[in-house]
C-alpha cells in the first residue's frame, strides 16, 4: 500500500507556524543527529539533548513549541523531560518515542501532555505529520490486530508499570520467574 505525502509536508512552513523551536531528546547519537538534520529540512529551529538532565535544562532555558523525546534514556524517563516543558508552556507539542511501547506508558504520556506515542524506529516524515497534525485530525486505524504475543507483552508492561517498575512485585504478581521477566523486558515489544 503506497503512503500519500501529508498536506502538512507540501508546505512546512505554513504546518509549523511563527514558532518553529524544536528539542529533540534521545540518548542514540547517530539517531538523534539524523532525525535533528531530517527536521531541519522541514523548517525547524532544532536542540538537542542526550539526556533527561540536559532535556531539562535546555527546555528551561528556551522552552519549545515542540518536542521530540524518547522514553527511556540513560539517566532516567523521557515523560520527566515533558513535564518540565509543560510547565513552562503549555502549547507545546510534545511526541514521545521508544523502542519498548506500551499502552501503560502511552497513556502516561497523553496525560502529561504528548500529542502522541510513536515506536521506533519511527522516520521522520510520521514524526513531521504527529508534530504538525491538526487539533481532532485521527491517526490511521491498524489494519492487523495485535498478535498474542503483543497481547501478552502489553500485559506484562501494564502490570510492571502498576508495581511501579519494581522487577520483583512485577514477577510476584505475574506468577513468573524474576529471571524470566527480566529477559522480556530487556527485548523490544513483538510485532
Given at each position: 500500500?503506497?503512503?500519500?505525502?501529508?498536506?502538512?509536508?507540501?508546505?512546512?512552513?505554513?504546518?509549523?507556524?511563527s514558532d518553529p523551536t524544536l528539542l529533540i531528546v534521545d540518548d542514540d547519537g547517530p539517531f538523534l543527529r539524523r532525525l535533528a538534520r531530517a527536521?531541519?529540512?522541514?523548517g525547524f529551529a532544532v536542540e538537542v539533548a542526550e539526556s533527561v538532565a540536559e532535556g531539562i535544562a535546555k527546555s528551561k532555558a528556551r522552552p519549545p513549541k515542540y518536542a521530540v523525546v524518547?522514553?527511556?534514556?540513560?539517566d532516567g524517563n523521557g515523560l520527566d523531560v515533558i513535564e518540565a516543558i509543560r510547565q513552562l508552556r503549555e502549547d507545546t507539542k510534545a511526541?514521545?518515542?521508544?523502542?519498548?511501547?506500551n499502552i501503560a506508558t502511552a497513556v502516561t504520556a497523553v496525560k502529561l501532555g504528548a500529542l502522541d506515542y510513536l515506536a521506533k524506529p519511527a522516520d521522520a516524515d510520521d514524526i513531521f505529520h504527529a508534530l504538525t497534525q491538526r487539533p481532532g485530525e485521527k491517526a490511521d486505524v491498524?489494519?492487523?490486530p495485535m498478535s498474542a504475543d503483543r497481547v501478552r507483552w502489553e500485559h506484562i508492561q501494564r502490570v510492571y508499570e502498576m508495581c511501579e517498575r519494581n522487577v520483583?512485585?512485577?514477577a510476584r504478581r505475574l506468577n513468573m520467574h524474576r529471571r524470566t521477566l527480566q529477559r522480556i523486558l530487556a527485548k523490544r515489544a513483538p510485532k
Amino acid at each position: 500500500m503506497e503512503r500519500e505525502t501529508p498536506p502538512s509536508v507540501a508546505n512546512p512552513d505554513e504546518a509549523i507556524g511563527s514558532d518553529p523551536t524544536l528539542l529533540i531528546v534521545d540518548d542514540d547519537g547517530p539517531f538523534l543527529r539524523r532525525l535533528a538534520r531530517a527536521m531541519e529540512g522541514r523548517g525547524f529551529a532544532v536542540e538537542v539533548a542526550e539526556s533527561v538532565a540536559e532535556g531539562i535544562a535546555k527546555s528551561k532555558a528556551r522552552p519549545p513549541k515542540y518536542a521530540v523525546v524518547d522514553l527511556r534514556l540513560g539517566d532516567g524517563n523521557g515523560l520527566d523531560v515533558i513535564e518540565a516543558i509543560r510547565q513552562l508552556r503549555e502549547d507545546t507539542k510534545a511526541i514521545v518515542l521508544t523502542g519498548y511501547g506500551n499502552i501503560a506508558t502511552a497513556v502516561t504520556a497523553v496525560k502529561l501532555g504528548a500529542l502522541d506515542y510513536l515506536a521506533k524506529p519511527a522516520d521522520a516524515d510520521d514524526i513531521f505529520h504527529a508534530l504538525t497534525q491538526r487539533p481532532g485530525e485521527k491517526a490511521d486505524v491498524p489494519e492487523n490486530p495485535m498478535s498474542a504475543d503483543r497481547v501478552r507483552w502489553e500485559h506484562i508492561q501494564r502490570v510492571y508499570e502498576m508495581c511501579e517498575r519494581n522487577v520483583s512485585e512485577t514477577a510476584r504478581r505475574l506468577n513468573m520467574h524474576r529471571r524470566t521477566l527480566q529477559r522480556i523486558l530487556a527485548k523490544r515489544a513483538p510485532k
